[in-house]
């Protein structure tokens, strides 16, 4: 159950992560859902280390989502400062 919860939250924290900074991104929506999941498993994994909170024990803690979307959301930001178009 590990794997699929961590599977689970990862795609739900990038979907969230993704519609709180709507717009295009430069790897299209398949980049950009792999960079938030990427984002929420990072988080999930701070939040399991830092706070004592893994996803097996407490999969709808507050804790545990609040650091995967923010996790999510610092990659989808880098991201697109990374990759994204230039102007000029």
């Known amino acids: 159950m590990g ?3 961590w599977l689970v939250l990862g795609l739900l924290a990038g979907a969230i992560a993704k ?6 991104d430069p790897g299209g ?3 950009t859902t792999a960079i938030g999941i990427a984002g929420a498993f990072l988080g999930g994994w701070l939040s399991a ?3 004592d909170r893994p996803v097996q024990r407490a999969f709808f803690d507050l804790a545990t989502w ?6 999510a959301l610092v990659l989808l930001i880098a991201y ?3 990759f ?5």
């Open 3 to 5: 794997v699929i919860a």
């Open 19 to 24: 519609a709180v900074l709507p717009g295009r």
């Open 29 to 31: 929506c398949l980049g």
């Open 49 to 51: 280390e830092l706070f």
């Open 66 to 71: 609040g650091s995967a979307i923010a996790g």
């Open 80 to 82: 697109r400062l990374l």
């Open 84 to 88: 994204g178009r230039t102007r000029g």
